[in-house]
T-cell receptor, first 114, second 115 residues
Framework: DAGVIQSPRHEVTEMGQEVTLRCKPI?????LFWYRQTMMRGLELLIY????????DSGMPEDRFSAKMPNASFSTLKIQPSEPRDSAVYFC????????????FGQGTRLTVV | AQSVTQPDIHITVSEGASLELRCNYS??????LFWYVQSPGQGLQLLLK??????LVQGIKGFEAEFKRSQSSFNLRKPSVHWSDAAEYFC?????????????FGSGTRLQVQP
């Protein structure tokens, strides 16, 4: 398996623009997570899905952020409108099974909002 | 709520020296415990995990970690560090009994290896 695939790897956008980050989880995994990594706050969970259904979105910063998972092999994280403080590395991860097994991470998307 | 503390933000060791990275957790029971490594520009890779049983866990790249319930700790060790071990290391906990599936990560320890 190719692992968790995220695109794009790097994104530079202007403040106010819409940004869409994409993730393809590992085939057969039924959990998908979006994390954000910054120097100030470290790795923080934004939202996670189980079987394409959002389970916990309490980490989503505000209404400018939205996430969807239309099917088992694809998820998006959208920021509209983007702000400079959204600059961070966004990771997607996937997992499977009933136990709290490890999460497998993608290589991340480095977002810069200027 | 569960939480993880990694007291050391940055550690420098000489190549060939031993290494210990500290991790303390807060949780009502025994959680699932993990160590991940992140190389620059890369995602997180699992080094090892503890679910139950033997409290000394072996991982990849020669790493091991020991779960100590009395100290709520899960410290990572390596007897002889290689230059390629320079990276950032994250300890994480997962809930065992609440149904919350996502892992909670510590703030990370950046390891620098001197020649």
């Amino acid at each position: 398996d190719a692992g968790v695939i995220q695109s794009p790897r790097h994104e530079v956008t202007e403040m106010g623009q819409e940004v869409t980050l994409r993730c393809k989880p590992i085939s057969g995994h039924d959990y998908l997570f979006w994390y954000r990594q910054t120097m100030m706050r470290g790795l923080e969970l934004l939202i996670y899905f189980n079987n394409n259904v959002p389970i916990d979105d309490s980490g989503m910063p505000e209404d400018r952020f939205s996430a969807k998972m239309p099917n088992a092999s694809f998820s998006t994280l959208k920021i509209q409108p983007s702000e400079p403080r959204d600059s961070a590395v966004y990771f997607c991860a996937s997992s499977w099974g009933q136990l709290n097994t490890e999460a497998f991470f993608g290589q991340g998307t480095r977002l810069t909002v200027v | 709520a569960q939480s993880v503390t990694q007291p050391d933000i940055h550690i420098t060791v000489s190549e060939g020296a031993s290494l210990e990275l500290r991790c303390n957790y807060s949780y009502g029971a025994t959680p699932y415990l993990f160590w991940y490594v992140q190389s620059p520009g890369q995602g997180l890779q699992l080094l090892l995990k503890y679910f139950s049983g033997d409290t000394l866990v072996q991982g990849i790249k020669g790493f091991e970690a020991e779960f100590k319930r009395s100290q709520s700790s899960f410290n990572l060790r390596k007897p002889s560090v290689h230059w390629s071990d320079a990276a950032e290391y994250f300890c994480a906990v997962g809930a065992r009994d609440t149904g919350r599936r996502a892992l909670t990560f510590g703030s990370g320890t950046r390891l620098q290896v001197q020649p």
